[in-house]
C-alpha cells in the first residue's frame, strides 16, 4: 500500500520550455504533497507543501512564478516548472502522507529526472 | 529551525556483518517523528524505520534498529546481517510541526561481499 507515482521520470526540453511533472497517489489520499529538489549526492530541500484545494507553501528562497504548483484533487499533485533554464536541471521529488495524523511518514514517488539544454 | 547531523559521508560493511549509522539532530519541540529513508541507485526513497520521540523503546524492522537517545537528540540506525541489497543512501529525517521532514546530509552505505 500507499504507493506515489510520479510521472515524468526523465525529461529533456529546450531552454525556455515549460515542464510539468505530476505526482499521484495510487491508493490513498493525499491531503498533504511535498516537492522536494535534490542534487547529484547531496540531501532533499523541501520546495513547497501542497495541499489539496489550496495554495501551496512555498520554502524561502524558492520562486513562486517559477515553479507553479497545483493540488486539485486528493490524488493529484502538479510543478510545472516554467520558463525552464540550465539551472534548473535537476531531480525533483514528490512526496505524499496518507492520512492527517501527525507523524504519519511520507511516501515518495520515482523522481523525474530534469535535463534543460 | 530543526538541523540533522549525518557525520559519517560513507561507510563500508562486509556482508553478513553489522553496521551502525549515525544521526544526531536539533529540536526545540518535545513531540516530533524521526525517520531513516534509503535511497538505493535507483533514487526512490524507501521508509526504512520510523520512531515517535514519546515512545523510549526503540524501534524494530527485521535486521534494522534504532538506538534512540532523546536526552542527547541522537538517532543511529543499526543494520544487522548486511545484505548486498542495502548499499545505498541512508538519510536520517525529523518531523517537525507542520509535518514537514528535515533531512541530514546522507550517508552512503557500501556492502562488500
Known amino acids: 500500500g500507499a504507493v506515489v507515482s510520479q510521472h515524468p521520470s526523465w525529461v529533456i526540453c529546450k531552454s525556455g520550455t515549460s515542464v510539468k511533472i505530476e505526482c499521484r497517489s495510487l491508493?490513498?489520499?493525499?491531503?498533504?504533497m511535498f516537492w522536494y529538489r535534490q542534487f547529484p549526492k547531496q540531501s532533499l530541500m523541501l520546495m513547497a507543501t501542497?495541499?489539496?484545494?489550496?495554495?501551496?507553501?512555498?520554502e524561502q528562497g524558492v520562486e513562486k512564478d517559477k515553479f507553479l504548483i497545483n493540488h486539485a484533487s486528493l490524488t493529484l499533485s502538479t510543478l510545472t516548472v516554467t520558463s525552464a533554464h540550465p539551472e534548473d536541471s535537476s531531480f525533483y521529488i514528490c512526496?505524499?502522507?496518507?492520512?492527517?495524523?501527525?507523524?504519519?511518514?511520507?511516501?515518495f514517488g520515482d523522481g523525474t529526472r530534469l535535463s534543460i539544454l | 529551525a530543526q538541523t540533522v547531523t549525518q557525520s559519517q559521508p560513507e561507510m563500508s560493511v562486509q556482508e553478513a556483518e553489522t553496521v551502525t549509522l549515525s544521526c544526531t539532530y536539533d529540536?526545540?519541540?518535545?513531540?516530533?517523528?524521526l525517520f531513516w529513508y534509503k535511497q538505493p541507485p535507483s533514487r526512490q526513497m524507501i521508509l526504512v524505520i520510523r520512531?515517535?520521540?514519546?515512545?523510549?523503546q526503540n524501534a524494530t524492522e527485521n535486521r534494522f534498529s534504532v538506538n534512540f537517545q532523546k536526552a542527547a537528540k541522537s538517532f543511529s540506525l543499526k543494520i544487522s546481517d548486511s545484505q548486498l541489497g542495502d548499499a545505498a543512501m541512508y538519510f536520517c529525517?525529523?518531523?517537525?510541526?507542520?509535518?514537514?521532514?528535515?533531512f541530514g546530509a546522507g550517508t552512503i552505505l557500501r556492502v562488500k561481499s
Open positions: 512526496s505524499a502522507r496518507a492520512g492527517t495524523a501527525r507523524g504519519q511518514p511520507q511516501h
Open positions: 491508493d490513498f489520499q493525499a491531503t498533504t
Open positions: 501542497s495541499n489539496e484545494g489550496s495554495k501551496a507553501t512555498y
Open positions: 529540536t526545540s519541540e518535545s513531540d516530533y517523528y
Open positions: 520512531q515517535e520521540a514519546y515512545k523510549q
Open positions: 529525517a525529523v518531523m517537525e510541526y507542520g509535518n514537514k521532514l528535515v
